[in-house]
């Protein structure tokens, strides 16, 4: 059963880099089936996504994010990362990480890590 | 930038068939998803590939896409079908969630 974990600061302050990893288990960053995918969802609000990377460490963006972003994987560690440069509050959100498979459905999530832009 | 539209609410009895649409120009050419996300839970994908189910989706659950709509139908609807709904395709290379649709079992 593949599982994902996400990890990172709770509290940013604003105008600063928003930095998580998801740990992958149960499944490899390095599998040529799958991208490794973030999400995220603003309070009360729906889903957004991020980008993802694949194992070749190809990424896609979305355009809307993309000046402030960065995708990374490190498989050594099983693990793919998430950089957001410059935050505001209304980067304020659950960010999730989740396995994107061939078809583009997202099948497998991480439970969420809550992050907060404030001073 | 491709969008995706959902009726924010939809409302049915315990037992009865609920429809959510999604609907995207010509996204009946392309490939549609659908999650589930209880409160305080991550989403779930219900729906793969327009009509497929993961393993351990009850058979209620349903899907089809056609022309400008997709469509998840639960039937015989539990209250624990309570949830959000999100539908998801991708365009070019990006992927685009619908807003998203308050499933009341009422």
């Known amino acids: 059963q593949v599982q994902l974990q996400e990890s990172g600061p709770g509290l940013v302050t604003p105008s600063e880099t928003l930095s998580l990893t998801c740990t992958v288990s149960?499944?490899?960053?390095?599998?040529?089936?799958?991208?490794w995918s973030w999400i995220r969802q603003p309070p009360g609000k729906g889903l957004e996504w991020i980008g993802y990377i694949g194992y070749t460490g190809s990424t896609n963006y979305n355009p809307s994010l993309k000046s402030r972003l960065t995708i990374s994987v490190d498989t050594s560690k099983n693990q793919f990362s998430l950089r957001l440069s410059s935050v505001t509050a209304a980067d304020t959100a659950i960010y999730y990480c989740?396995?994107?498979?061939?078809?583009?459905?997202?099948?497998?999530w991480g439970q969420g890590a809550v992050v907060t832009v404030s001073s | 930038s491709y969008e995706l539209t959902q009726p924010p609410s939809v409302s049915v009895s315990p037992g009865q068939t609920a429809s959510i649409t999604c609907s995207g120009d010509?996204?009946?050419?392309?490939?549609a998803c659908w999650y589930q996300q209880r409160p305080g839970q991550s989403p779930l994908l219900v729906i793969y590939?327009?009509?497929k189910r993961p393993s351990g989706i009850p058979e209620r659950f349903s899907g089809s896409n056609s022309g400008n709509t997709a469509t998840l139908t639960i039937s015989e609807t539990q209250a624990m079908d309570e949830a959000d709904y999100y539908c998801?395709?991708?365009?070019?290379?990006?992927?685009?969630f619908g807003g998203g649709t308050k499933l009341t079992v009422l």
């Open positions: 010509k996204l009946g050419e392309k490939y």
């Open positions: 989740a396995r994107r498979g061939l078809v583009w459905e997202f099948d497998y």
């Open positions: 149960g499944g490899s960053v390095s599998s040529d089936s799958h991208y």
């Open positions: 590939q327009d009509g």
């Open positions: 998801q395709t991708w365009d070019s290379t990006t992927v685009v």
